[in-house]
């Protein structure tokens, strides 16, 4: 598969335009010539020992989750670690394509996979947890629906004609049914990304225009769940630690709470997650994300919320291994290996 199909693949689950804005997604460096791409790496961070994980398993590409270019780089030397790593990839011929916001923006990767741990169901598909409990988003997605949903069934490899026409030469694709929103624009493509993860992970028909609605809330930066039967803090912490296979999480009470209070709703938010979580303060019971500073989590500790901290990355690896079994499942990468990095990990460490 050429490089380019890649990308546009990958941009069909989580379009680009779902990022923050002061974010840097995409293809942030790209083979000198067109290639066929066989076999890729996944990481949460690219760094040297990850880059070298790639050349040794002859990968054509990367996926880092985080960019590894963020601010503007006025010049490439070798005098900095960020410098040489982009020279070196050049110079390996490696590819690198850096999601991060715009998969927390979708409801099924990043944040329903620490959800999902929380709670103890790593397996749990978004449709049955949505019937469970009620799920949205903190910041949700406003998105108005154009154009028309079209119900596409497909055999063997082969869009027909009218998905041809609506993805722009995406090309082929293993899907055997999916819902597709038609819109002007890509910003508008949440409908697109809704029914297609609804549908194929939950193994259900799509949703018609009217049940999905012109917004779904339970799209955008970071979500918040109201449990039907609660859960003991203490659990929830233990689970955390299970499921994101972690040998320790920080953590701190809410006022007048400990950890074997109950646990009706709680927060969460992949990374660094402050900003995003301070609106709930107070209204939830616990927030889970990777880090916050010593006084926003005071604020957290006396607005009477518990605060789970897994450090940034821990939040957010355990997410490539579920995305590596949703691309393989549908089929998104044909004749492409995934591999997931076995040098990346959090840089901080207890002793």
């Not at 994980?53 to 960020?82: D, G």
């Not at 597709?180 to 297609?196: K, L, P, Q, T």
Request: proline letters at 3%; glycine letters at 4%.
């Amino acid at each position: 598969m050429l490089l380019s199909d890649v990308v546009k693949r990958l941009r069909l689950l989580a379009p680009l335009q779902l990022a923050e804005k002061w974010d840097n997604v995409g293809l942030l460096v790209e083979s000198s010539a067109e290639k066929a791409v066989d076999k890729v790496l996944m990481a949460n961070d690219l760094t040297s020992d990850v880059l070298n994980e790639a050349v040794q398993n002859r990968c054509q590409m990367i996926i880092s989750y985080h960019p590894f270019i963020f601010k503007p780089l006025s010049r490439l030397t070798r005098m900095n670690w960020k410098e040489r790593l982009v020279i070196d990839c050049i110079q390996s011929d490696i590819s690198v394509f850096s999601p991060h916001t715009s998969w927390d923006a979708v409801s099924w990767m990043n944040n329903l996979n620490i959800i999902k741990c929380a709670l103890g169901q790593p397996d749990m598909n978004l449709v049955d947890l949505l019937k469970s409990s009620s799920l949205q988003s903190l910041y949700p997605l406003s998105c108005e629906i154009k154009g028309k949903l079209i119900l596409n069934r497909f055999s063997g490899d082969t869009f027909n004609e009218s998905a041809e026409e609506i993805y722009q030469g995406l090309g082929k694709t293993a899907a055997d049914e999916f819902a597709i929103v038609r819109s002007g624009a890509e910003e508008n493509s949440m409908e697109v990304v809704s029914n297609y993860s609804l549908s194929k992970l939950a193994n259900v028909k799509p949703l018609s225009v009217t049940e999905l609605g012109t917004g779904t809330d339970h799209f955008g930066c970071g979500l918040k769940i109201q449990l039907p039967t609660p859960l003991r803090e203490l659990d929830v912490i233990n689970n955390i630690k299970h499921y994101l296979d972690l040998r320790y999480v920080r953590y701190c009470a809410g006022h007048k709470r400990t950890t074997e209070s109950d646990v009706q709703s709680f927060a969460v938010c992949a990374g660094s997650g402050a900003s995003v979580l301070k609106k709930v303060l107070g209204s939830v019971d616990l927030i889970i994300t990777g880090e916050m500073s010593h006084h926003e989590v005071l604020d957290a500790k006396f607005n009477g919320t518990s605060v789970i901290l897994t450090e940034h990355s821990n939040s957010e690896r355990k997410y490539l291994t579920e995305f590596k079994n949703v691309v393989e499942n549908i089929r998104l990468l044909p004749n492409c290996d995934l591999i997931i990095s076995q040098t990346d990990k959090d840089p901080l460490d207890v002793y």
